[in-house]
């Protein structure tokens, strides 16, 4: 059946919509162009832009920090999401989801991180990993744990990182959940019971299930997130020591405007779009296998 | 463990016993302990004397307390300056951001017309797109304008609405009854009208949302300040204390004032608008 449009009603549309359009094209769909011709030149600001062809393309296969960067980014993903993603913010949304006292003081501190600019939170770590005056390797020592070098040691900077960056957004993740659990009606719970279902039978069979889709949310949204790390580490290590926190985004960020090399960041911004719109993709299909969105 | 006790918590006492009750207790105030840890030894060192930053083993309390790093650190930055800066530039692009949003919204919700689902599927897979991609261009874009280190540079490229913004609002519509639209129409009112009179009305809790997500991006925006603007006096907040590198190497009394400063806007907009945040933050959050 071919639907009929009102010629007003469709005028109307496209003047309401021109505003955001306005915006769609020329700061999101012509960038995203640009951005892929581009990717094809050289071009360092200052003199006329080349056409080399895939040469970028060519490069990004072999150049070594590429592929450093590209290894780090992925253990970030692979630390940052379970644990700072769902496994934290959960655990901390089922416990200040009890009808105890105080939980609103505890909400409030969880959350705390999330409106910290990274700035000040990246200057406070800082400090706090001080390896002769941070307090950090005070209360290890206290506990009789070893001091650790945390931002100057190769081995653990990336983690050091990971640690800030889950400090700074499990709290967030945790209000989603908290959202989602009170969503999750009661007589679910009252029905399991009279059953005779016990808490962990409860948490696997209803709790669980009804999460799945915010579970999935957050984590489509902290991959994608987690693929773009940057001011964090922009902030405390610009990549090192050496180049052991060189994140993908970092590697791009520095190509354009340390380096000038716009044609080469590109290439390269557009191979990380490429990726997270396959990775993204592939969850969403895992998730319509698993997932039944039906309440 | 603690996820199986705690659930039979919440959901009417099946266990009360107190031993659980304790167990919970022992998670939450460890966890607020390492959350705020770091707030309090801002602080902290904050108030300190410069001979006592040092100090080993740490003072855990400034003794005696000094404010001299507070006098310095707004003697090297001007965050008076830095906060204008980032108060101008939130509310341009909330105001902006929320026109835009509302009216591309409705037109979606309600508007029939042709490529309606194409032009919204296309908009909103933009989402996807990593900021890094658009930021090249963009840059040599406001480059070309001459808006380096300009308000403008701020402002203009995020004033015109957002995909998620415009899909926020438009699931909103969908649940205002079409009746109310039907019943102005009849009444004479034109588009405009509809959405200024009844719409936006009606759409308080989903406006403020919005607004509330607006203002936490602009405030947390990095990347893009970062990038257009050069001057100390053009900073905005999310980027004013990175002109501390270089200029009070490891003078951590002043640093950790610097970041007091630049959180007091924010716990104080928090505080006073908490219901809201949570709120926007769970209707934003779950969409």
Redesign the interface.
Known sequence: MKVQYNKHETLSAYLLLSPVMVGFLVFGLLPIIASLLLSFTKWDLFSAPQWIGITNFVEIFRDKLVWLSLWNTIFFVLLNVPLGGVIIPLTLAILVNQKIKGVNFFRTIYFLPAITLSVSAGFVWSWMYNPEFGIINYIFSLLHLPAQRWLLSPKIALISLIIVNIWKWAGYNMIIFLAALKGIPNNYYEAARIDGANSWQIFKKITLPMLLPTIFFVVVISVIGSFQFFDLVYIMTQGGPGDATMVYNLYIYQNAFKFSRMGYAAALAWVLFVLIFFITLTQMKLSKERISYEY | M???????????K??TGNWF?AL??L??FI??F??????F??LS?SLKEPAN??A???QWFPAPITFGNYYEAITVLPFARFLLNTILVAIFIMI?QI???T??A???AR????G?DL?FSM?LS?L??????????????I?SFNWIDTYKALIV?N?????FG?FLLRQFFFTIPEELIEAAKLDGYC?LRI?FKIIMPLSKPALTSLGIYVL?QV??D??WP??VINSTEMKT??????S?QGLVVNN?GV??A??VY??VP??LV?LFA?KY??EG??MT??K
Request: hydrophobic share 60%; with cysteine; proline share 7%.
């Open positions: 603690n996820i199986n006790q705690s659930i039979s918590a919440s959901h009417k099946i266990y009750n919970s207790y998670i939450l966890g607020a390492l959350v705020a840890l770091p707030f030894w801002m060192t930053i040092f080993f083993p740490p902006g026109l835009s949003c009216l591309g409705f037109a979606f508007l029939k017309f042709p309606s032009i908009y933009t996807m797109v990593p900021e890094i991609v658009r930021i090249i261009p963009n840059f040599i874009l480059k490229p004033l015109f609405g957002t995909a415009t588009v959405i936490v405030w947390n990095f990347m970062l990038t907040l999310a980027i004013g204390l990175t501390f951590w640093i950790m610097g970041a630049t959180m924010m716990v928090f908490q945040f949570i933050m769970t959050g779950l």
